[in-house]
């Protein structure tokens, strides 16, 4: 059988709860699939999504790591951003993993829509962009 993300051939391998538990605790604190799964042991993403489409707690659970997981993305954009020796390098790393915190929970770090001032006010509000 071959794991139908990436092509690479593997067997159907037996994973345990612990497994599927700290790929949740993995995927919250930062880790995306890609490296989890080259990690030894661990399974493919065909595995792990098949668990999810079967198991609606786990599914559920992966939603809420998936959400931690842009959070940690951010903080680490955060900090790259204010630890970079380089300020270009500092930037492109910034911009990177605020682009892909946006595609893990759009809601919530995703692009806002076009932002306009009230009229008679400082602040700024979300209103759908319109046609250009």
Same mark, same amino acid.
């Given at each position: 059988m071959s794991d139908l993300i990436?092509?690479?051939p593997r067997a159907d391998i037996s994973v345990s709860d +612990?497994?599927?538990r =700290?790929? !949740?605790d993995l995927i919250a604190n930062g880790k995306s699939l890609r490296q989890i799964c080259a990690m030894p042991?661990?399974?493919n993403k065909a595995t792990i999504f098949r668990r999810?489409? $079967?198991d609606t707690e786990?599914? !559920?659970e992966y939603a809420v790591a998936r959400d931690m =997981?842009?959070?940690a993305i951010a903080d680490d954009a955060l900090y790259e951003a204010t630890h970079a020796t380089d300020y270009y390098l500092g930037r492109l790393a910034f911009d990177a993993r605020r682009w892909y915190a946006g595609k893990v929970a759009a809601k919530k770090w995703g692009a806002k829509s076009h932002e306009t001032a009230d009229e008679g006010s400082d +602040?700024? $509000?979300n209103e759908p962009a319109g046609p250009v």
């Open positions: 990436s092509g690479t +612990e497994t599927f =700290q790929i !949740l042991g661990m399974p999810a489409r $079967k786990f599914a !559920l =997981q842009a959070d +602040e700024m $509000k």
